[in-house]
């Protein structure tokens, strides 16, 4: 509990007192307090009170800080306010309302602030605090006072006086009061394009779109000219086509508003005209040679429409410019090292990326490229020494190295470097799913169950552990119903999911109902033209006594996967 006011003490002379004030005002704003400091500078001398040092304000100084420190915000304020009023001292007053606005109690901010502007009134900052407040408050009768004169008497700055207007309003509660109060304060100034611009950031918060668009419109005609109005008016714009073609308009009028045409040449992109849009790219790289964003751009565009030369010296130039997507250059330089048969070129730039977000995807590309040069050791050591940052990354190399395996004709190896991850990750669930196809791969059969319902167990909604142990029990004509089940509960997940259609497809089929079968596999073949599906559908036609049907469905899928096991060992079957 703070004592009462201390008794008085002998009183220093009268000027020494009028000093003294000062000093202790910013002695004691100087303390760490919980309001944050203010950035305007002091204000002059001349706005300061002569004002005494009396024992009464002291005393009520020492408490406010006291009580502020001691988080007791409402003994600070009351003081603080009751010393506002008796001082009218600005940097007073300016602790007040910061401490106000801390304690949430707005009245008080606001009559502070008004002080605080009253008594320094050439500082600009307790008028934009009186004004903020005001807005977020909801006083519009007050706003619209106290902005009309700063806008009439801004001369030829009226301009950036409007363009401000909504940014003091932005935490007004009523957006759609904010909107008309702007269209009052702008009233005066319509043959001004920033007035225009005013009201449509006003519409625009308000959810008025139309008027948005009609007032940068308006803006616009009156400075033809204007990029910021012109982006504006394109982001109002819903079809991606319209704002190629309203930013395309701007930019043939204005050839020199370089950010419009950046945005032009981005919203061509988006619209897929990726010839005009690198045209664009590259009028702007005649300007900004450095930039590595339009770099990048002319590059992936020029891959895009495969003008492999073009898109090979732009990426030389980022990697050269160590720019933020070097790396990502380096992958496609690989890539184009490899198209062009240039392997050791290729190997090369995958080995530059070191770190980052392109570093996994180089290292498997490399690994990739290994195992199609014959060196699968080589591949398998890659993968080994690749750095991963997370479980999911290291099970995508592990599923790349049993996948290189399997592919060499070592199941039984590839699905010993699954268990073995698992080992450390045993509910790692890419590598559960993987496992378990590579265990029926592998002739371990015995393995896929189980594995199967620890993924079902780890990841509930995984859609295809339901369809592939359904599947496996379709395949093997072995416990139908639950087949059935699980794999109604894979559509359940994902109904329009190709594969699992043709587990619906076959389990079906495997029941007897080869006609239900027919109609599911035909809507499975029509999302995707897989050869297992084909293989599937081929056969229940087959089983229909459409021969005819069954050797066309085979022989397309044939002359598009003539490599194809299953689908070459159901021909094989029935029409060898």
């Not at 308006?218 to 000219?225: C, F, I, Y």
């Not at 339901?466 to 029990?473: E, R």
Request: net charge neutral; charged share 25%.
């Amino acid at each position: 509990m703070f004592p009462g006011p201390p008794r008085p003490i002998s009183a220093p002379p009268a000027k020494m007192k009028r000093r003294l004030l000062p000093v202790l005002i910013a002695a004691m704003l100087a303390l760490p307090v919980l309001a944050q400091e203010a950035d305007s500078p002091e204000p002059s001398s001349a706005a300061l009170p002569n004002q005494e040092l009396t024992p009464r304000i002291l005393y009520e100084f020492l408490l406010a800080e006291l009580a502020g420190a001691r988080g007791q915000l409402a003994l600070s304020l009351e003081a603080y306010m009751d010393l506002t009023r008796t001082t009218r001292d600005p940097r007073i007053a300016r602790r007040a309302a910061e401490i106000a606005l801390f304690a949430r109690r707005y009245d008080a901010a606001l009559e502070a602030t008004r002080l605080w502007a009253e008594a320094d009134p050439k500082s600009p900052q307790p008028q934009q605090m009186l004004t903020s407040l005001q807005a977020a408050t909801g006083r519009n009768a007050e706003l619209e006072a106290s902005f009309a004169p700063q806008l009439a008497a801004a001369g030829k700055e009226v301009g950036v006086l409007l363009l401000q207007l909504n940014r003091a309003l932005a935490r007004h509660p009523d957006k759609k009061a904010a909107q008309e109060l702007v269209g009052r304060l702008t009233e005066p100034y319509l043959g001004i394009a920033e007035a225009h611009f005013a009201r449509a950031q006003a519409a625009h918060s308000a959810g008025d779109l139309g008027g948005a668009t009609a007032e940068l419109d308006k803006a616009v005609a009156l400075r033809p000219d204007w990029e910021q109005a012109a982006l504006a008016r394109a982001q109002m714009t819903q079809d991606p086509a319209d704002t190629a073609r309203y930013l395309g308009r701007f930019v043939a009028k204005n050839p020199k508003a370089s950010d419009a045409r950046l945005a032009y040449a981005r919203s061509l992109v988006a619209v897929k005209q990726f010839a005009e849009a690198r045209q664009q790219f590259q009028v702007l790289l005649a300007d900004r040679q450095d930039d590595g964003d339009v770099v990048y751009a002319v590059a992936v565009l020029s891959l895009q429409l495969n003008d492999v030369a073009e898109a090979e010296k732009q990426l030389k130039r980022l990697v050269d410019m160590n720019h933020g997507e070097s790396d990502a250059a380096r992958l496609y330089l690989g890539q184009i090292a490899e198209e062009r048969q240039q392997p050791d070129a290729a190997l090369k730039w995958y080995g530059e990326v070191v770190t980052g977000a392109q570093y996994l995807p180089a290292r498997l590309r490399m690994a990739q490229l290994q195992v199609r040069l014959q060196k699968l050791d080589d591949a398998r050591r890659t993968l080994h020494e690749t750095a991963a940052a997370t479980p999911g990354e290291r099970a995508q190399l592990l599923i790349a190295e049993a996948q290189f395996l399997r592919d060499a004709g070592r199941p039984a190896d590839a699905y010993a470097v699954l268990t073995d991850g698992l080992a450390t990750h045993p509910d790692q669930p890419e590598l559960l799913y993987e496992a378990a196809m590579m265990a029926e791969k592998a002739g371990k059969l015995d393995a896929v169950e189980p594995t199967l319902r620890r993924l079902i167990t780890v990841r509930p909604e995984h859609a295809h552990a339901y369809n592939a142990l359904g599947y496996s029990l379709a395949d093997r004509n072995e416990r139908l119903d639950e087949a059935q089940q699980l794999i109604d509960k894979a559509l359940q997940l994902a109904p329009e999911d190709p594969f699992i259609l043709d587990s619906k497809g076959w389990v079906l089929y495997r029941r007897g109902d080869a006609q239900g079968a027919l109609e599911v596999l035909k809507k499975a073949f029509a999302l995707r033209a897989d050869p297992e599906i084909a293989a599937h559908l081929g056969e229940v036609q087959w089983a229909l006594g459409r021969k005819d049907e069954a050797r066309r469905t085979w022989g397309d899928a044939l002359k598009a996967s003539p490599g194809n096991e299953v689908l070459v060992g159901t021909v094989r079957k029935f029409a060898p």
